[in-house]
Nanobody, 128 residues
């Protein structure tokens, strides 16, 4: 299993932006399907964005579509989640997760969230 580390969380006002990063110490993420999973207060975890290992496919939950962008860094060591136009309902703990098995649907992977490696999470708070 990879040891994933998220960074970039924090507090921001509504309408603001944050960029989350996910990295694996000493490993490349090039061959992994990566997902960002959010757990809002009092709610279950939700897969909000996933990207395929070859970067050809990505998925966004309706709640973040058009506002968030998932991408992989040029060196393939880091996966980012650019979050714009943040809303109070985006508040929660954001987890990075990785799966090395062959995935045929990033949409389904974001739904079932059966990743084999998880980070510890980073808190995002959107409040005025």
């Amino acid at each position: 299993q990879l040891q994933l580390v998220e960074s970039g969380g924090g507090s921001v006002q509504p309408g603001g932006s944050l960029r989350l990063s996910c990295a694996a110490s000493g490993f490349t993420l090039a061959n992994y399907t990566i997902g960002w999973v959010r757990q809002a207060p009092g709610k279950e975890r939700e897969g909000i964005s996933c990207i395929s290992s070859d970067d050809r496919a990505s998925y966004y939950a309706d709640s973040v579509k058009g506002r968030f962008t998932i991408s992989r860094g040029d060196a393939k060591n880091t996966v980012y989640l650019q979050m714009n136009s943040l809303k109070p309902e985006d508040t929660g703990v954001y987890y990075c997760a990785a799966e090395d098995a062959i995935i045929t649907s990033v949409h389904y992977m974001c739904y079932v969230m059966t990743f084999n490696s998880w980070g510890q999470g980073t808190q995002v708070t959107v409040s005025s």
